[in-house]
């Protein structure tokens, strides 16, 4: 008992709070809540400090479900709290870069969704209050936290398939392929930025670049097949439909597709959509080498479709069902082939994060991750315009940023 008492003591308490209390919100609280359970070797305890957002009924939410010690309409109340030491900002894409800078400014650490602004403008700057604070960041690229994700790392990176060859990632979902979708600020460029080019190939990108290294050049595509959608009559969470409300101009793209070329000399496809009727969150990638083949599908979580050997043609593939010993995926379930499920990353995120913060050690995805995905889909937007092959600007986003 002496031993478990002096291990708590040693344990730091740290203030969190939570900007924006839509969906995301509500997941990064939770995330909070539960990380200690699952990784108690933690050096911080993260506390519930408050939580700001516009809407009463989210803050009625936030105070009834998880219990925050204050709730504000204004975002700014955080900054100006100095026992606040550890800021989540969920909002809207629009408002990241005036939020996160000033978080920064008051040198409070930050975690931060995806794609961190509304293009690579936004990235940069947010990056450079960063660095300038000299706090830690971490980025909502969730889906490289999946123990079979970070068993194919594992198994490129060994050499287990050999050379490189070619590669497909592929962010393919359906909640904007009702044309009764309401017309949110996911389709609007002022306050979203890009469509399924930030929202879903943001993720792509990450994961490719995280399975496979850089990538110097591409060539893309996109299309806007769903061109007018409803506008609400009030405010909204999540993917909404808004049957016979007056009709808007949907401003960014529904599906983007880039063929990509890595410094490695592999070549690959990524591509996203968020109007593929008949898919629901079919995220994944399939990857080729000289020896062998690995495909991961996000909706079985836990597998891994992998061939290696020397038979070349007519290769056996198996599934390998992840367990203790892949990632963290012990900090979740004692054997192999128990599910876990999305939110189980967002708690991964939340561990790297306060880890990062109690270490001053990047762990996860940080704000060097977001800054090379901005690069790229700033890329992919030039290509489309100019109709050719592109390389992405790393420029001017800072040594210690880059890898």
């Known amino acids: 008992m ?17 900007v924006g209390f839509g969906w995301m919100g509500r997941v990064h609280a939770r995330a909070y809540s539960r990380v200690i359970q699952h990784f108690p070797e933690l050096g911080l305890l993260p506390r519930m400090a408050a939580v700001a957002d516009e809407n009463h009924n989210a803050l009625n939410d936030a105070l009834r479900q998880f219990h925050f010690d204050g709730v504000c309409l204004d975002w700014h109340e955080v ?52 660095r300038a ?38 962010f393919f979902s359906d909640y904007a392929a009702h044309p009764d979708s309401a017309l949110t600020w996911r389709f609007q460029r002022e306050r979203g930025g890009n469509g399924a080019l930030g929202d879903l190939a943001s993720h792509a990108f990450d994961m490719a670049t995280h399975l496979m290294g850089e990538i110097e050049s591409l060539s893309a595509e996109s299309a806007t097949f769903i061109s007018r959608r409803p506008r609400p009559s009030g405010g909204t969470v999540g993917h909404v439909r808004a049957t016979g409300g007056e009709m808007g101009e949907v401003e960014n793209e529904d599906f983007v597709t880039s063929l990509v070329r890595f410094s490695s000399g ?87 994060f306060l880890s990062s913060i109690h270490s001053g050690t990047p762990q996860g995805a940080s704000i060097a991750d977001a800054l090379q995905t901005a690069a790229l889909l700033e890329a992919v937007e030039r290509s489309v315009r100019d109709r050719t092959w592109v390389s992405p600007c790393y420029q001017g986003c800072g040594e210690e940023f880059q890898r």
């Open 133 to 170: 604070a000299g706090v830690c960041s971490a980025v909502g690229f969730n889906y490289r936290n999946a123990p079979a994700v970070e068993l194919a790392r594992k198994v490129i990176s060994d050499g287990e398939l050999g050379r490189i060859t070619h590669a497909r990632v592929r």
């Open 2 to 18: 002496k031993s478990e008492v002096s291990e708590t003591t040693r344990r730091r308490t740290i203030a969190v709070a939570v």
């Open 266 to 352: 592999a070549v690959g496809v990524v591509e996203a959509s968020r109007v593929a009727t008949g898919e629901q969150n079919a995220y994944g990638f399939e990857i080729h080498g000289t020896r062998g083949f690995l495909h991961w599908d996000f909706r079985r979580m836990g597998e891994l479709r992998l061939g290696r050997g020397d038979k070349f043609q007519d290769q056996e593939v198996s599934t390998v069902y992840v367990g203790p010993g892949d990632g963290l995926y012990a900090a979740f379930q004692p054997g192999s082939a128990i599910s876990m499920g999305w939110d189980d990353l967002k708690v991964v995120e939340a561990r790297n």
């Open 79 to 130: 900054a100006e709290d100095p026992s606040i030491e550890a800021v989540s900002i969920t909002a809207p894409n629009f408002l990241h870069r005036e939020i996160a800078v000033a978080m920064a400014d008051a040198g409070k650490h930050i975690w931060i969704e995806k794609p961190v602004g509304l293009g690579l403008e936004d990235a940069r700057a947010i990056a450079d209050a960063l």
